[in-house]
């Protein structure tokens, strides 16, 4: 696990969010207070703008997409 995604799992942990699966493929069943508040905190944490595009539950439901998501925009805000 790198920094980035160090960081993104304090954020789920922070919000009472315990991913048990070492599988970052396997689905996170969040209700939509946990998934808004995680999107608010990762917004926060790196300092980005997560796009009204990805603010649904079915289009970021693994940890793994919320790791693709924020290096892409951690990536975007470099250039």
């Keep these: 696990m790198n920094d980035v995604e160090k960081k993104i799992y304090e954020v789920f942990l922070e919000n009472g969010v315990n991913i048990v699966s070492d599988d970052p493929d396997d689905e996170i069943l969040l209700d939509s207070i946990e998934f808004v508040s995680i ?3 990762l917004e926060d ?10 603010l ?8 793994e997409q ?3 998501l924020v290096n892409t925009l951690i990536g975007s805000e470099l250039k």
Excluded: A, G, H
Aim: charged share 25%; hydrophobic share 45%; aromatic share 16%.
């Design 66 to 68: 919320f790791c693709d």
């Design 45 to 54: 944490v790196f300092n980005i703008e997560v796009p009204d595009e990805y």
């Design 56 to 63: 649904l539950i079915e289009k970021l439901n693994t940890f």
């Design 39 to 41: 999107i608010i905190s």
